[in-house]
């Protein structure tokens, strides 16, 4: 009955931005801590950003910080992912998850595919 779905996925060139979007249905948005994870092949699920039911964002500082900015649309159940100066190494397979408590992912989408080129 839950589902979230990732979209906004495809080829650019490093140095480019993309922006992808998760739309949940079946739960009260509102009441979920939404985060993005990637796995590029060969390499463990990596934790991107979060944000909370009340709108803290968290951003990997170690990976991405100042480049990813997470966001969220209450009214269109939807959480987004801006990306900005993308590298080769941020090549990957990018899910959404939702958690009713924060750290503790209840929901995953199916991912959208992410090819930086160099």
């Known amino acids: 009955q839950v589902h979230l779905v990732e979209s906004g996925g495809g080829s650019v060139q490093a140095g480019g931005s993309l922006r992808l979007s998760c739309a949940a249905s079946?739960?009260?948005?509102?009441?979920?801590?939404m985060g993005w994870f990637r796995k590029a092949p060969g390499k463990e699920r990596e934790f991107v950003a979060d944000?909370?039911?009340?709108?803290?964002?968290?951003t990997n500082k170690d990976s991405v910080k100042g480049r990813f900015t997470i966001s969220r649309d209450t009214a269109k159940n939807t959480v987004f992912l801006q990306m900005n100066s993308l590298k080769p190494e941020d090549t990957a397979i990018y899910s959404c998850a939702a958690a009713r408590i924060r750290g503790r992912y209840d929901y995953w989408g199916q991912g959208t595919q992410v090819t930086v080129s160099s």
């Open positions: 944000i909370t039911w009340n709108g803290i964002t968290t």
């Open positions: 079946g739960l009260t948005f509102r009441n979920y801590n």
